[in-house]
Nanobody, 124 residues
Framework: QVQLVESGGGLVQAGGSLRISCAAS????????MCWFRQAPGKERDFVAA????????YYADSVKGRFTISRDNAKNTVYLQMNSLQPEDTAVYYC?????????????????WGQGTRVTVSS
């Protein structure tokens, strides 16, 4: 099993920045890729960004490309999401997820482990 714990969410004004973190523990060696999803009230859970654990290769949703950066610190078993130029439409609960298989997928059902989520609110 793998445990994921997110932190760092909060309230920020439009145009501001925020960094959220996801600490992994347990059978980390089984993880191939980690990613961030987000879910706004009344909406589906959407893919945001993914990172390959071994070499840091990244992939982004078009909606956040150029504004968000996903990174990882292997020594700390932690993945980060740096969010810049935040807008009210970025308001959501952000979830960290991990996948064992090497194929990149952007649907929630493709991920094996999930954190509890951290709330990000962007005020206008």
């Amino acid at each position: 099993q793998v445990q994921l714990v997110e932190s760092g969410g909060g309230l920020v004004q439009a145009g501001g920045s925020l960094r959220i973190s996801c600490a992994a523990s347990g059978r980390i060696f089984s993880i191939y890729r980690m990613c961030w999803f987000r879910q706004a009230p009344g909406k589906e859970r959407d893919f945001v960004a993914a990172i390959r654990w071994s070499d840091g290769s990244t992939y982004y949703a078009d909606s956040v490309k150029g504004r968000f950066t996903i990174s990882r610190d292997n020594a700390k078993n932690t993945v980060y999401l740096q969010m810049n130029s935040l807008q009210p439409e970025d308001t959501a609960v952000y979830y960290c997820a991990a996948r064992r298989d090497m194929v990149l997928v952007t649907t929630p059902r493709g991920y094996d482990y999930w954190g509890q989520g951290t709330r990000v609110t962007v005020s206008s």
